[in-house]
Structures are given as structure tokens and as C-alpha cells.
């Protein structure tokens, strides 16, 4: 049985830091191209970040780049996102998706491409 379990959330103030881990158990971890996607209330599911199942290429969505790091340890089969300088607008529900790829795929921003998912954990920036 596949898990992937999301950790890190909270609410904050705008212009600091959190850390979000998504364990994963049940796959085989370095097959998979894992993903961070949010939804904020009344909107749809967005991409954040990607990274591929080596992690040496990470990819962001125009929104976040500069502020987010992904990054992943394969040993621990666990992906991480750095979220620094977070602002309101980043308020949402956070998900971690695995996404089982062929070595050399490009990293897929569609969520529906997405075979696993967590359960989210909630992010709230005030201002």
C-alpha cells in the first residue's frame, strides 16, 4: 500500500520559513518523479515544485521560484520543500504526488499525471 505522508505545515507570518517533508512507503521511491502542489479555498490544484527521480532537476512554478527549494533524499525516500520569505498569497493546502516516470522524463505539471498523493497539510501566512 502506497502512503505518502505530508508534515511541516502551520500558520506563520509573512517573510518566514517552513519546511515541508512528504515521506514516502509502499513504491519504490527512485522510480517516481515527485511533485509539491497547492490549492488555496475556491481555486484549483496548482503546481509548485518538481523534482526528477535523481534529483538533479528541479523545476518551479513562476510564483514560487527564487523563494521554494525541492529537494529529495532517496535514501530516506522522503521529498522536501523549503518555502522561504512565504506571503499570504502562498496560503493553501499543501500535497506531495508521486508520479512513476521513465528515467529521462520531463517533470509533468499536471496533476491528473500524478499517481499518488498525501493528504495535504494546511500552510496559512498572515500578514
Known amino acids: 500500500q502506497v502512503q505518502l505522508v505530508e508534515s511541516g505545515g502551520g500558520v506563520v507570518q509573512a517573510g518566514v520559513s517552513l519546511r515541508l517533508s512528504c515521506a514516502a512507503s509502499?513504491?519504490?521511491?527512485?522510480?517516481?518523479?515527485m511533485g509539491w502542489f497547492r490549492q488555496a479555498p475556491g481555486k484549483e490544484r496548482e503546481f509548485v515544485a518538481g523534482?526528477?527521480?535523481?534529483?538533479?532537476?528541479?523545476v518551479y512554478a513562476d510564483s514560487v521560484k527564487g523563494r521554494f527549494t525541492i529537494s529529495r533524499d532517496n535514501d530516506k525516500k522522503t521529498v522536501y520543500l523549503q518555502m522561504n520569505s512565504l506571503q499570504p498569497e502562498d496560503t493553501a493546502v499543501y500535497y506531495c504526488a508521486a508520479d512513476r516516470t521513465i528515467l529521462t522524463a520531463p517533470i509533468s505539471r499536471i496533476y491528473s499525471e500524478y499517481d499518488y498523493w498525501g493528504q495535504g497539510t494546511q500552510v496559512t501566512v498572515s500578514s
Open positions: 523534482i526528477n527521480r535523481g534529483g538533479s532537476r528541479p
Open positions: 509502499g513504491l519504490t521511491f527512485t522510480y517516481y518523479t
